[in-house]
């Protein structure tokens, strides 16, 4: 999304002109870890500590350890950044299905057809672009295919009278996706 680039664009000048940069509001252990694979080691936001009074910090930074799951996250080689913005496109989308079914009188239905969508955007791009495996870049566009296909499925079938279908099936779909794209981070 445009804050994503945005934040990686301020990251990279920082890097050119030898500047730490400290990323406010980080609010989730998942924004950590992209922050983390990004080249960023200094944050602060409610995950890592709820506002405490002056004397309390001393303590506080003595004891902290930061969160396990951001432990041993390296800076992606610059090939593989491209890779988080994948992620991010299609948590967004993801994001932007279930405000959707959760409000659709005020909430903007996502791209339906996944080709023209910005992750099958990003997937095209990649897919042309030859830097990583063609089979696995073919197995995520498959799976995002069925994710698209079984939301246009469930949103025609949808009574909004009734109650809302089960998401599961689709966020199975989407964590397939995004552990697909995590493999190729890991094997280039």
């Not at 080691?41 to 930061?66: C, F, H, L, T």
């Not at 080689?77 to 890779?83: I, N, R, V, Y």
């Not at 057809?113 to 089979?135: I, M, N, P, V």
């Not at 599961?168 to 552990?179: C, F, G, N, T, V």
Request: net charge negative.
């Amino acid at each position: 999304s445009a804050s994503f680039s945005i934040l990686e664009a301020a990251l990279a000048l920082a890097q050119a002109f030898r500047r730490d940069v400290v990323v406010e509001g980080v609010e989730s252990i998942e924004h950590g870890v992209l922050l983390r694979q990004l080249g960023c080691n200094i944050a602060q936001g409610y995950v890592i500590a709820k506002p405490m009074r002056e004397e309390a910090v001393a303590s506080w930074v003595d004891g902290y350890v930061g969160h396990e799951e951001w432990r041993g996250i390296k800076e992606l080689e610059f090939k593989d950044k491209g890779l988080l913005y994948g992620l991010v496109e299609h948590r967004a989308w993801l994001k932007q299905l279930q405000e959707y079914l959760d409000d659709p009188a005020h909430s903007e239905m996502p791209e339906l057809d996944a080709g023209h969508c910005r992750f099958g955007e990003w997937l095209k791009h990649e897919q042309l672009s030859d830097r990583y495996d063609t089979e696995a870049l073919g197995v995520i566009g498959k799976l995002h295919e069925r994710l698209h296909v079984s939301v246009e499925t469930m949103l025609s079938s949808l009574d909004l009278a009734s109650p809302l279908p089960p998401m599961e099936a689709l966020k199975e779909l989407h964590a397939s996706i995004l552990d697909s794209i995590r493999a190729l981070m890991k094997h280039p």
